[in-house]
């Protein structure tokens, strides 16, 4: 036993990482089952349990990104390698992922290969589809960042030696999910739905969390800093907790929304960051962006969101550091979209 308990990162790491994991995999495999379920509500009750299952495997990747789980890096790989394949995103590879999100932390920016505005800047008539589909909250926008995962050996051309892999994991992906479509048609669309359900919530909480957009520098080597680097960190990260009086709702996403504690210092594990946060920053409630704020410009914008414009909004002047918490605390900005750890490009 004691020889469990000193694998993981530390002694509470095996209740607290061992219960999202038990609850990830598990929901996953039991969400997965339910969808072949003749009863309606078994239906519902599933969808709803594997796309949030999905959704803390996700976020477990992101504590594997970061160490937190295991002391071996090596075994936080193979976990974080294992959980890419239940949350859809092993076309390519978990090295990839955690290199981006490290460039992340180290550039103080949005590091990336895909400029998806300026993409949509040259397609209106694909924005028109999008801006449709999002109307109805059919996540089109993270879409469009799922294809390029999907075949991202042959899009991206630094990572064109993943090709054979990328082949691999589409033909066994791709196999199985037309296979359920086929026979089980109903099973396949409620797997779709419960996906849509991940993405929903993983952009939610990446949305707001910081001011800046993308920059296209993901393979460049020591690339300029727009911000001034690490030491300017904080000013561009808001944090957006479900709950900041009670740690427990916010295990509904393993605390990602404490993000300026997670900036502060990547290495804490999720159940710790609560009361990280408050040792470092206190519990003014005037320092995050209220939940039930998000909740309403998450619905209220969600077309104009695409492409940041649109709406009421419109003839505001960007807004960075201590202004854009002001707005987002007054519901006054846009956010991001299709945005979240798992793209990795």
């Known amino acids: 036993m004691n020889a469990i308990v000193n694998a993981f990162h530390e002694p509470k790491g095996l209740l607290y990482h061992g219960a999202a994991l038990l609850y990830g995999v598990g929901g996953y495999l039991l969400g997965l089952y339910g969808l072949f379920s003749s009863n309606p509500w078994i239906n519902a009750g599933a969808t709803l349990l594997l796309g949030h299952a999905m959704t803390i495997c996700a976020y477990m990747i992101h504590e594997c990104g970061h160490n937190t789980v295991f002391r071996s890096n090596d075994t936080?790989?193979?976990?974080?390698?294992?959980l890419n394949w239940i949350c859809g995103t092993s076309y390519g590879t978990f090295e990839?992922?955690?290199?981006?999100?490290?460039?992340?932390h180290m550039d103080n920016d949005d590091a990336v290969w895909f400029m998806c505005d300026e993409f949509l800047d040259k397609h209106p008539r694909l924005v028109e589809w999008i801006r449709f589909l999002e109307w109805f909250y059919i996540p089109a926008h993270d879409m469009i960042m799922h294809f390029?995962?999907?075949?991202?050996?042959?899009?991206?051309?630094q990572?064109?030696?993943?090709?054979?892999?990328?082949?691999?994991?589409?033909?066994?992906?791709?196999?199985?999910?037309?296979?359920?479509?086929?026979?089980y048609p109903k099973a396949a669309l409620l797997y779709l739905l419960a996906y849509m359900i991940m993405m929903h919530i993983l952009r939610f909480k990446d949305g707001v969390q910081h001011d800046y957009d993308?920059?296209?520098t993901l393979f460049e080597e020591e690339p300029e800093s727009r911000y001034g680097g690490r030491p300017t960190e904080q000013a561009h990260t808001f944090s957006n907790p479900e709950c900041l009086e009670y740690d427990w709702p916010n295990y509904f996403t393993l605390c990602f929304g404490f993000h300026n504690a997670h900036h502060h210092r990547p290495t804490v594990p999720w159940y710790q960051l609560p009361a990280y946060h408050r040792e470092q920053f206190g519990t003014d409630p005037e320092k995050v962006i209220p939940f039930r704020v998000?909740?309403?410009?998450?619905?209220?914008?969600?077309?104009q969101r695409v492409t940041h414009s649109g709406g009421e909004l419109d003839d505001l002047p960007t807004a960075w550091e201590a202004e854009y918490l002001?707005?987002?605390r007054a519901g006054r900005i846009y956010g991001g979209n299709a945005v979240s750890f798992l793209n990795s490009f």
């Not at 936080?76 to 294992?82: M, S």
């Not at 992922?97 to 992340?104: G, L, Q, T, V």
């Not at 390029?148 to 051309?157: D, G, N, Y």
């Open 214 to 216: 993308g920059n296209p």
């Open 96 to 104: 990839d992922i955690r290199y981006k999100h490290f460039r992340h």
């Open 76 to 82: 936080n790989a193979k976990l974080g390698r294992f």
């Open 294 to 303: 998000q909740l309403k410009m998450y619905h209220k914008y969600r077309v």
């Open 148 to 157: 390029i995962t999907v075949f991202t050996a042959f899009i991206i051309p």
């Open 326 to 328: 002001e707005r987002a």
């Open 159 to 183: 990572r064109k030696e993943q090709k054979l892999r990328n082949v691999l994991v589409i033909l066994i992906r791709g196999g199985v999910f037309f296979t359920v479509l086929i026979y």
